[in-house]
């Protein structure tokens, strides 16, 4: 079976409280972070018609800040299928009620798999890729799974080569004293 990822796309906009703001007056990182893995999870699950945990998450860089009184948006869709496992795709904005100036906040990618009722891996349809985007975030997708295996490999214990790192080390703000 396949589906095509309009078909789980999910956006959801929620106004920023007070009770959600750090001791700065921003709003709270982890509180944008539960959001996006509630919309990650129901865009998953949407897709899956199961229910579906969080394997794990590529990168999440806060680029904007958000303020209380701040509008904010999260858009989900599914970029890549695997057998089990879903990536989702998450874009965070928030909008400036009173101007309706809109800031990209961050965007990341949730690895999502599909759960039966006892808890195991279960098959999830692919994706109908049908236009050039779509092929671009499954192709971007790859490309991330490539370069997370290949990451893990280079400093895997039994790996780790100390004297190509030494150097670089050297000039950061750390102090060597290796025995």
Same mark, same amino acid.
């Given at each position: 079976?396949?589906?095509?990822?309009?078909? #789980?796309?999910?956006?959801?906009?929620?106004?920023?409280?007070?009770?959600?703001?750090?001791?700065?007056?921003?709003?709270? $990182? $982890? =509180?944008?972070?539960?959001?996006?893995?509630?919309?990650? =999870?129901?865009?998953?699950?949407?897709?899956?018609?199961?229910?579906? +945990?969080?394997?794990?998450?590529?990168? %999440?860089?806060?680029?904007?800040?958000?303020?209380?009184?701040?509008?904010?948006?999260?858009?989900?869709?599914?970029?890549?299928?695997?057998?089990?496992?879903?990536?989702?795709?998450?874009?965070?904005?928030?909008?400036? +009620?009173?101007?309706?100036?809109?800031?990209?906040?961050?965007?990341?990618?949730?690895?999502?798999?599909?759960?039966?009722?006892?808890?195991?891996? %279960?098959?999830?349809?692919?994706?109908?890729?049908?236009?050039?985007?779509? %092929?671009?975030?499954?192709?971007?997708?790859?490309?991330?799974?490539?370069?997370?295996?290949?990451?893990?490999?280079?400093?895997?214990?039994?790996?780790?080569?100390?004297?190509?790192?030494?150097?670089?080390?050297? #000039?950061?703000?750390?102090?060597?004293?290796?025995?």
């Amino acid at each position: 079976m396949f589906k095509h990822p309009k078909e #789980s796309r999910i956006t959801i906009t929620q106004l920023m409280l007070p009770s959600h703001s750090n001791f700065s007056g921003k709003i709270h $990182g $982890g =509180f944008i972070l539960n959001l996006m893995d509630q919309i990650a =999870f129901a865009c998953a699950s949407k897709h899956s018609r199961n229910y579906c +945990v969080t394997a794990s998450v590529n990168k %999440v860089d806060f680029l904007n800040p958000i303020d209380v009184g701040e509008l904010v948006t999260l858009k989900a869709s599914v970029n890549y299928t695997g057998r089990t496992s879903m990536v989702v795709g998450v874009r965070v904005e928030s909008e400036v +009620v009173q101007t309706g100036k809109k800031k990209h906040c961050n965007s990341s990618y949730f690895t999502m798999v599909a759960k039966d009722d006892n808890g195991k891996n %279960v098959p999830v349809p692919g994706l109908i890729l049908d236009t050039e985007e779509s %092929v671009r975030r499954f192709a971007r997708s790859l490309a991330r799974q490539e370069q997370s295996r290949k990451r893990s490999n280079r400093f895997k214990s039994s790996e780790f080569k100390i004297e190509e790192h030494l150097e670089s080390i050297k #000039s950061q703000n750390a102090k060597l004293e290796l025995k």
